[in-house]
């Protein structure tokens, strides 16, 4: 079955880690992703080819690759055909890049990588977007499908906080296909999500991410140690 076609109407979990946290290791992210399974998630969405080829050596639900790679601010998302090729040689069975206009400029450059991507053997491509004119513009490129992703991280929209949900209806009736991801925190945001038209929700931090809930339970209490982070 395509990739596409597996993760309809379901939830994609993103198993990552921040650097240096505990979990940041793939015997951890293999553990998360066989967790979301059991859970019943319909997909992944992974970081890096270490972490996805030890998520594909436990599951064999679609992975949505990434690479990220650091950068001033926040980092880029699968930059080079040879962050893409790493991550489909892992066992991706979806890569997702970033189409950002802060770090992918010239629309010409961006159609390029498509076809780049697209003959590394990527059956499936993914491009992260924030804005109504970057999904355009990726679409045109020939992406298979178009991600909230970077709703609220880049400059022309740090301004937002919460999911891009009503990004994700515009995109929609566009005739897009839309994967909404990205700040959702709660199930009635991934009903939202699925009622404005999304083909698919990936949920990460709510999910997989210790440090954060517990920073979340620990913020209501009125003895707390200090801790990075936290006012
Ligand atoms: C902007 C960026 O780099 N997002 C990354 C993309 O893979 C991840 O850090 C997010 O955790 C993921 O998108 C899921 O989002 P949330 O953790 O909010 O559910």
Redesign the pocket.
């Known amino acids: 079955m395509r990739a596409l076609d597996a993760i309809r109407g379901g939830l994609v979990v ?1 198993c ?1 880690a921040n650097p240096g946290e505990p979990m940041d290791h793939p015997v951890h992210i293999a553990a998360l992703a066989r967790s979301a399974e059991l859970g019943g998630a319909v997909g992944l ?1 992974i ?1 890096g080819g270490d972490n996805i080829r030890a998520a594909r050596a436990v599951t064999e639900l679609p992975i949505i690759g ?1 690479k ?1 790679v650091t950068a001033e601010g ?2 880029k ?1 699968t930059p080079s055909p040879g962050d893409s090729a790493e991550i489909v040689r892992a066992g991706a069975s979806i890569v ?1 890049f970033d189409a950002s206009v802060q770090y992918q400029p010239e629309s010409a450059r961006l159609t390029d990588l498509v076809q780049e991507i697209r003959a590394l053997g990527a059956a499936t491509i993914m491009a ?1 977007i924030s804005t109504v004119a970057e999904a355009e513009r990726a679409w045109a490129a020939g992406v298979d499908v178009v ?1 909230t ?2 709703w609220g ?1 880049t400059p022309d929209t740090a301004a937002h906080d919460g999911p891009g949900i009503d990004l994700a209806a515009t995109l929609c009736a566009a005739g897009m296909t839309v994967i909404v ?5 709660r199930p009635s945001q991934v009903r939202e999500a699925f009622e404005a038209g999304a083909w698919s929700v ?8 210790p440090v954060a809930l517990t920073k979340q339970f620990v913020s209501a209490c009125p003895a707390r140690r200090p801790v990075e982070g936290m006012a």
């Open positions: 993103s990552q969405r970081d990434i990220k926040r980092p998302i997702a992260d991600g992703t970077l991280h991801e990205g700040h959702i925190s990936v949920v990460g931090t709510a999910i997989t991410n």
